[in-house]
């Protein structure tokens, strides 16, 4: 079985590359090698079955790694002339800046793929686990690709296999674990996009709790990043789009990494104060129990005040002095949580880490001596935040390397 052009991987990248390749040059053969029964299995529960496929509001800000993703995102086509105009695609806007498919169905977005596939003639290659990559010993020898009944042969490889995140849907890092051990280096690997561990001790009383609120990311007194979301207390974990786009730090801090919430953000410290001085002198002859509510839910009441007030609940709330009062606005304004881990790669995402930038050159191509080969997607050393970016840099490494590979004939 001989191929010019091989994609381990079906999934976004993978897809978008196969197309890219024989839209570029429609006389090289083209296969796609998927380890599951079928190709995009991930693609179809991204952005909970709705496939938040793009951001209006792209920029270096939203994402993290070695490997430059928007250099990439701004020299390839955008969402409207990939989706809309190649593959036929009706997209709108959605909230913060989303681009969604107009069916809101995530599978709209994998039959256009595979319906442009089938139209240029891609091979699909289901249940088929590569168990092995062995070099040629010149560019033009290519590459053999084992698996359990055979070999493939191409002369381009491109690896489009995923990270470890969410390996139900077929990305369980196996690949990366090969292409380490073919002298491959790797950033530090964890799960992103993703919650963050805190000791369950510490969420006594909060589970099931969800409250908008600013929760920023802390190490050593220095503020990391903040960001604004509704949260969800766990058994062991908060949880949160807002938490998802700070998990990416724990690669860096781990064990030195905390989160502050901010519970009610858009109200200054002095107001706070001002109402929770009101409320001891209306509700004087109540319980502390009963402090704060009206502000909170009653379990979000409970654990700000058991953790703020070091004495029984039931005593009366005219007893408070100025310290508990002070005490209980810190809580308000920054309730801290020590991170002592992220969620499994079955809860994530994304991976953080991956082939790291000095592996690469500028079109993604290897730089050791297998110039043939060729990376896109998640297995890089880049990850998104939540909204659309992951899935764009998926289209966008995806196209760029279809097209190389494609045409990258002399070298």
């Keep these: 079985m001989k191929y010019d052009i091989a994609i381990i991987g079906g999934g976004a990248s993978g897809l978008t590359a196969a197309v890219s390749a024989k839209m570029t040059n429609p006389q090289k053969s083209v296969v796609v090698i998927e380890r599951l029964a079928r190709v995009g299995k991930k693609i179809t529960a991204t952005g909970n079955g709705k496939c938040n496929l793009s951001n209006m509001n792209i920029s270096a800000y939203n994402y993290h790694g070695s490997v430059d993703a928007v250099e990439i995102i701004q020299q390839m086509p955008d969402y409207k002339e990939f989706f809309t105009d190649t593959l036929g695609v009706l997209c709108v806007n959605g909230k913060e800046g989303g681009i969604y498919p107009r069916s809101n169905n995530a599978t709209t977005v994998l039959n256009a793929l595979r319906l442009k596939m089938q139209e240029l003639g891609v091979i699909e290659m289901c249940n088929c686990e590569i168990t092995d990559i062995v070099p040629g010993i010149l560019l033009k020898d290519g590459f053999k690709l084992k698996h359990k009944d055979g070999e493939i042969s191409c002369q381009r490889l491109i690896i489009a296999s995923g990270g470890y995140s969410a390996p139900s849907f077929g990305t369980d890092g196996k690949i990366i674990r090969m292409l380490k051990n073919m002298g491959y280096v790797t950033s530090k690997i964890c799960p992103a996009v993703a919650p963050l561990k805190v000791n369950p001790n510490k969420l006594k009383g909060l589970k099931g709790v969800r409250v908008k609120g ?141 082939i790291t930038a000095s592996q690469i050159d500028k079109n993604l191509r290897s730089k050791r001596k297998h110039k043939g080969m060729y990376f896109c997607g998640e297995i890089l050393d880049v990850v998104g935040d939540c909204g659309g970016y992951n899935l764009q840099w998926a289209w966008s490494s995806g196209i760029l390397v279809g097209r190389k590979a494609a045409s990258d004939d002399k070298d």
């Design 214 to 354: 600013e929760v920023s990311a802390v190490s050593g007194g220095k503020v990391l990043r903040t960001e604004k979301g509704e949260l969800q207390f766990n058994d062991n974990n908060i949880s949160g789009i807002c938490v998802f786009n700070l998990a990416y730090l724990f690669q860096k801090y781990e064990g030195k990494l905390s989160l502050v919430i901010d519970l009610m953000p858009d109200i200054p410290l002095v107001n706070i104060m001002e109402y929770i001085y009101s409320i001891r002198k209306s509700r004087a002859e109540y319980i502390l129990e009963e402090f704060l509510t009206g502000a909170f839910t009653k379990n979000l009441a409970l654990y700000i005040m058991k953790n703020a007030i070091k004495r029984p609940l039931t005593d009366k709330i005219s007893t408070l002095t100025d310290d508990d009062i002070s005490a209980v606005c810190t809580k308000i304004k920054a309730l801290e949580f020590e991170v002592e881990g992220c969620s499994s790669w079955q809860n994530s995402q994304a991976t953080m880490g991956g």
